[in-house]
């Protein structure tokens, strides 16, 4: 079975991702752990497939004695928590040397500044070199950091989960984007006892991915290329490429910033990222990194901005602050391409949307029904099977509108076979390949038979349509204005005179030499021809297409979204001549040149308009 390759998973599945186990016997965690909303302070969209996590490195020159200004990191907090709704921020995390010398009074200071987003959005904050003075790893035992920046400290986030026993590492879960992620804050010299705890939290939340935080792992050159360093090769050996969860890696520390890709055991690909400007004007003038998650597109938005230097006033800005605004190299701000699905599918593969039985989807009103799989077609063979002329394919509603596949011209068999593809909203799993083309003409389609009842349907109180369909990849040869579906007939023959041509059927949807869908319809309460044209469809992913017309107007839809260019002028009906409906191919003159070149799943017809939430791929 193939799926479709695009974001829409997104949309039209729920997670699958199990919720976080509970957890691990001396780990610190909230009694309302089983919830995984993150904190209130402006409105977040746990399900959008678009969220964005803030990450502040080395804030330690703005937590200096005497010298700090906490000024520039409160006003990335209001920053993080007033952009919460417009960018859908999930979380926060900080990548420690929060202060430069962790004494009480600069952990004090810190403390109260990061206040400001308790119950806004929730948080997590490590401990870098900077903010410990004694001990060579997390075994450490008490100090001002602890006190500051402690277990305690999360409890009543929502995100959080639990803490090693020592104190000093901790995790969080967030619900966004449709699914759960794990986030890991780690020391900056996590012990062998540390690295059992978070081997133990990954191991008991075996279907999230993870995003690993810690204060030392890796450094840049000039020119932005990361390496492990030192401490990092261990966390590396011991921690993160035997566990194929971690798929971003952030760090701060060392300046410049810079970034790899390092392949794990399972050969993946782990993103490991530095970030930190305090060699920066102003202390880095509390720069923060957003990380834009967006799940339809498979990437990653990252920018580098200051909201304190951003909320001055233009007029008053030094050279200086206007040119740590927002930094823009290649380090800073740069797109990561990652299959979501793909990447995690070795520890959270995605449940394929069961079929759904054709009783199921058919609601009121519905005429015509057309599936490929052994409910729908006779004799549906296995993937790649040829589909011999005269095999019908039922219409489910049980309307007698059966159809019936025929050869174009001197096609050979093969031009069209079975497949098991499918677009992931359809409810059958099985779909038909068309091998239409030009020079010769060659194509296959199928007709409704001479007498069916949707030959002279003109649908007057409304009618929606809709297709699944996939263009190849490459999209080879010409097929300008190969034919999807169609309804036979002249529309000159229909008194129709003010179209394109009298030789052109009275409905039809095609697709132009740039692959911009037309759908066209001749009304039966007037001599015109409304023609409604999509933006050019991408090849080589599934489409749910929908023409709904509501008695007065024709809107097009390509996957649940309206198209731009739908005519205002009004439709009524479909001027139908009692001739066959065809999929697979468009007659001119009443006549087929070429046929569909690609693949067509499910088609239903209801006799009247339907909202996007009631097609066959709902949506919402």
């Known amino acids: 079975m193939s799926h479709p390759s695009l974001g829409r998973r997104a949309l039209l599945t729920a997670a699958l991702a199990a919720p976080a186990a509970g957890t691990l016997a001396g780990m610190t965690a909230p009694a309302h752990a089983a919830t995984a909303n993150a904190a209130t302070g402006g409105r977040f969209d746990r399900r959008s497939p678009r969220f964005t996590i803030g990450v502040l490195p080395d804030t330690q020159y703005l937590f200096d004695e005497d010298r700090s200004d906490p000024a520039p990191v409160r006003q990335t907090f209001r920053f993080l928590t007033g952009e919460r709704e417009s960018r859908n921020i999930a979380f926060m995390t900080h990548l420690g040397d929060v202060t430069e010398h962790g004494s009480e009074q600069e952990l004090g200071l810190a403390a109260d500044a990061f206040r400001a987003l308790d119950g806004r959005l929730s948080y997590s904050v490590l401990a870098g070199n900077h903010d410990v003075s004694s001990g060579t790893d997390d075994q450490r035992g008490d100090s001002a950091y602890l006190k500051a920046f402690g277990p305690a400290r999360y409890a009543r986030m929502p995100t959080f989960r639990g803490a090693s026993p020592d104190g000093y590492n901790s ?32 191991d008991a939340n075996r279907t999230l991915p993870v995003i690993l935080t810690t204060h030392d792992l890796a450094w840049a050159g000039e020119d932005g290329v990361a390496a492990l360093s030192q401490f990092g090769q261990r966390l590396w050996d011991g921690l993160i490429r035997r566990n194929d969860q971690i798929f971003l890696t952030l760090n701060g520390h060392y ?79 740069f797109s990561i391409e990652i299959d979501f699905d793909e990447r995690f599918a070795g520890f959270a593969p995605r449940t394929p949307v069961p079929p759904r039985p054709a009783r199921e989807v058919m609601p009121k009103g519905t005429v015509a029904y057309w599936r ?24 489910l509603t049980g309307g007698g509108n059966d159809l019936t596949m025929e050869l174009l011209h001197a096609s050979a ?49 409304g009618y929606t349509i809709e297709a ?33 041509s009298p030789d052109e059927p009275t409905c039809s949807l095609n697709l132009s030499p740039e692959r911009f869908l037309q759908y066209v319809v001749y009304p039966t ?25 509501d008695a007065r107007r024709t809107v097009v839809y390509v996957d649940g979204s309206r198209i731009a260019r739908n005519p205002s002028q009004p439709s009524k009906g479909i001027s139908t001549l009692g001739r066959p409906f065809a999929i697979g191919g468009t007659q001119f003159a009443l006549k087929y040149g070429q046929g569909y070149y690609g693949w067509i799943g499910d088609v239903r017809i209801v006799a009247r308009a339907l909202r996007p939430g009631e097609f066959l791929a709902p949506y919402a």
């Open 525 to 549: 309460d007037r001599d015109a021809d409304p023609t409604s044209w999509s933006h050019a469809l991408p090849v080589g992913r599934w489409m749910h297409l929908a023409v709904v017309n």
């Open 413 to 461: 068999p093969e031009t069209l076979k079975w497949s098991a593809e499918h677009h992931e909203g359809q409810p059958a799993h099985a779909s038909l390949r068309f091998d239409g083309g030009k020079n010769p003409d060659r194509g296959a389609v199928l007709r409704s038979a001479a007498n069916a009842p949707i030959n002279a349907m003109t649908f007057e109180s």
């Open 468 to 500: 699944f369909v996939k263009l190849p990849e490459p999209f080879e040869g010409d097929h300008a204005w190969m034919g999807i579906l169609s309804w036979e007939g002249r529309s000159g023959d229909a008194g129709k005179s003010s179209g394109w």
């Open 372 to 395: 490929f799989d052994g409910e729908g077609l006779a004799g549906a063979g296995t993937d790649g099977a040829v589909v011999p002329a005269g095999t019908v394919a039922r219409d």
């Open 171 to 202: 995790y969080h879960v967030l619900d966004a984007g449709g699914r759960q992620w794990l986030v890991l804050a780690l020391d900056w010299r996590i012990s062998a006892k540390g690295l059992e705890w978070a081997q133990g939290v990954i």
């Open 255 to 333: 300046w410049p910033p810079g970034r790899t890709v390092l392949k794990n055991d399972a050969g993946h690909d782990v993103h490991v990222h530095i970030a930190n400007y305090q060699d920066r004007y102003y202390g880095g003038a509390g720069m923060v990194r957003l990380y834009a998650f967006d799940l339809v597109r498979n990437v990653i938005d990252v920018e580098t901005l200051s909201p304190w230097l951003l909320e001055r006033d233009p007029d008053e800005r030094t050279p200086l602050e206007a040119e740590h605004l927002e930094l823009t190299g290649p380090v800073d701000r």
